[in-house]
C-alpha cells in the first residue's frame, strides 16, 4: 500500500491510497468464496459453483463487497501510519475499478481537527455588568408564587371585568345562518387571555349575570376557516357566572406550602436564589465577551464534522430542558432542520471558542489535577441531586472521565485569562423581556452537560 497526503485546506486532507494487486487478489478470492457458499446457479450445486462462473452473474457484487473490503482494511491503517487524526466520515472522491490483477486506487478527503496556536490572549480588556440587587425581585417572585396558588370563585360583583373567568353559553351568526362551530355552553372565557376572536372578549368585559348580548366581532383575513375569514359575524352571548381569582395571604402557611417554615425563611431563600442566579448570567455573559473576543483575534476554520456534532447537542440539549419545563422546540415550531440552519453561527462560535480555549490550555501548561476532579465530581453529585457513588460510576468511563478533565481545565484557563484581564465594571442593564423565543436561544446557548 502506498499513500500520497495533500492539503485541501487548515481542516482538509486528501489522500491518494493505492492497493497492490497481489492484495487485490486476494480480497478478489474472498470475496467469491463467500458469494460462492449461497449462490444460486442453474446446473451447479451450492457451494460448488466456479468462480469463472460467479464472475458472469455475481462480478457487480463482488465488485462492490472488494472496493468496500479494501477501504476498511487501508483507509484507517494509512491515518495511522501517517498521523492523521480524522474527524468524521471520510468521502470518496474517486476510485479506480476492481480488476484481478491490476492495483486498485481511491482518493478519500477527510476533515482534520485543526491545528491552533492561540495569540494576544493575555491582558484583554472587558466589560462586566456591576451587580445591583432590585429590591422588587423577591416581592415579585412571591406575586408570581400567588398567582400560581390562586383560586377560581364566585365574585360577589355584579359586572365581569378583565382578569374574571365568566361562564357563557354563545352562538355565532354570519347573516342570519348560524355557522358550524360557532356554539358552546357553559363556556369557561377567561377575560383578556385573547383566546377569542379579537374584539369578542373586550365585549364581553362588564356584563352582568344573566345577561343577553350581541357582541359583533369580524374574523381575521388570515382565520383557518376560509369560509370564515375576514366576515363580519355576531354571537349571541349569555353570562352565567362571574369569577375571579383569589390569591393566598403572604404569611407562614403560605411559606410552607413550599417547603419553608415561615415567610421570613422563604424571603431569604427567594433572596438568595435571586442574588446566586443573577451573579451567575453576569459571569456567564462575563466569559461570553472573553471568548468572543479570542475568536475575533483568532479566527480559525471549523470542520463541518465539529459544527454537525454540536448542533446535535445543541438540538439534545433545548429538547432535554424544554421537556423539563413542560414545553418542546415543536411548540415553538422549531424543528432539527430549523435549528441547525437558524443556530448554526452560534455552533460555530462554540467550537472555535473551545478550541483556542483547549490551545491557551496546552501552550500555557494548564490541566486538571486529580484532586479537581474529585472536587467536581462532588459538585456534580450535590447539583445533581444523586449519590457521588452514581456520579463516580458514570464518569469512570474513559470518554466521559476525558470530556471532564477538558472542561475543568477549560474553567481553569478561563480563570487564568480573567485573572491577567483589565475588566472594567460597567452600569446594571435593563431586564429584558422574557418570550418564549429568548427562552429557546438561552437554553440553545448553555453547552455545559449536566445529565448524570
Do not use: C, W
Not at 376572536?197 to 365585549?203: A, S, T
Not at 419553608?260 to 431569604?268: F, I, P, S, V, Y
Not at 443573577?278 to 471549523?302: A, D, H, M, Q, Y
Not at 440552519?341 to 473551545?354: F, H
Amino acid at each position: 500500500m502506498s499513500v500520497k497526503i495533500e492539503d485541501v485546506s487548515s481542516i482538509k486532507k486528501k489522500l491518494t491510497i493505492e492497493v497492490a494487486s497481489e492484495q487485490v487478489n486476494k480480497a478478489i478470492t474472498k470475496a467469491y468464496k463467500k458469494i460462492g457458499k449461497t449462490a444460486k446457479v442453474k446446473g451447479f450445486r451450492a457451494g460448488k459453483v466456479p468462480e469463472s462462473v460467479l464472475e458472469k452473474y455475481y462480478g457487480a457484487q463482488m465488485e462492490q463487497d472488494v472496493l468496500t473490503s479494501l477501504i476498511n482494511d487501508t483507509y484507517f491503517k494509512a491515518l495511522q501510519e501517517n498521523d492523521i487524526l480524522a474527524i468524521g466520515e471520510p468521502s470518496i472522491v474517486e476510485s479506480s475499478g476492481i480488476n484481478k490483477g491490476e492495483a486498485f486506487t481511491y482518493e478519500a478527503e477527510v476533515e482534520i481537527k485543526p491545528e491552533v496556536t492561540a495569540k494576544d490572549y493575555t491582558k484583554l480588556s472587558l466589560e462586566k455588568e456591576k451587580f445591583v440587587a432590585d429590591p422588587k425581585a423577591v416581592s415579585g417572585q412571591l406575586e408570581e408564587m400567588r398567582t400560581s396558588k390562586a383560586q377560581l370563585e364566585v365574585t360577589t360583583r355584579k359586572k365581569a371585568r378583565k382578569g374574571d373567568s365568566v361562564v357563557i353559553d354563545f352562538e355565532g351568526f354570519i347573516g342570519d345562518e348560524a355557522f358550524d362551530g360557532g356554539k358552546g355552553e357553559d363556556h369557561v372565557l377567561e377575560l383578556g387571555s385573547g383566546s377569542f376572536i379579537p374584539g369578542f372578549e373586550d365585549q364581553v368585559v362588564g356584563m352582568k349575570r344573566e345577561e343577553n348580548k350581541a357582541v359583533e366581532v369580524a374574523f381575521p383575513a388570515d382565520y383557518g376557516q376560509a369560509e370564515l375569514a375576514g366576515k363580519p359575524a355576531v354571537f349571541k352571548v349569555l353570562m352565567k357566572e362571574i369569577k375571579e381569582k383569589v390569591v393566598p395571604e403572604l404569611d407562614d402557611e403560605f411559606a410552607k406550602g413550599f417547603g419553608a417554615d415561615t415567610l421570613d425563611e422563604l424571603k431569604e431563600r427567594l433572596q438568595d436564589s435571586y442574588e446566586t442566579q443573577e451573579t451567575s448570567r453576569i459571569e456567564n455573559e462575563l466569559r461570553e465577551k472573553l471568548v468572543g473576543t479570542l475568536i475575533e483575534r483568532n479566527p480559525i476554520e471549523v470542520p463541518e464534522a465539529m459544527i454537525a456534532k454540536q448542533l446535535d447537542y445543541m438540538y439534545e440539549n433545548i429538547s432535554n430542558r424544554m421537556k423539563s419545563q413542560g414545553m418542546s422546540p415543536e411548540m415553538l415550531g422549531i424543528t432539527p432542520e430549523s435549528f441547525r440552519e437558524n443556530y448554526r453561527t452560534t455552533a460555530i462560535e462554540q467550537v472555535s471558542g473551545n478550541l483556542i480555549l483547549e490551545a491557551i490550555g496546552r501552550q500555557e501548561n494548564i490541566v486538571a489535577e486529580e484532586s479537581e476532579i474529585d472536587a467536581k465530581l462532588e459538585e456534580i453529585a450535590t447539583m445533581a441531586n444523586a449519590p457521588i457513588d452514581t456520579v463516580k460510576k458514570y464518569y469512570a468511563g474513559p470518554e466521559a472521565r476525558s470530556g471532564l478533565m477538558a472542561q475543568i481545565a477549560e474553567e481553569k484557563v478561563v480563570g487564568f485569562l480573567l485573572e491577567s484581564a483589565k475588566v472594567k465594571e460597567v452600569a446594571p442593564k435593563k431586564p429584558e423581556k422574557t418570550t418564549e423565543k429568548k427562552v429557546a436561544k438561552k437554553i440553545a446557548k448553555k453547552t455545559e452537560k449536566e445529565d448524570v
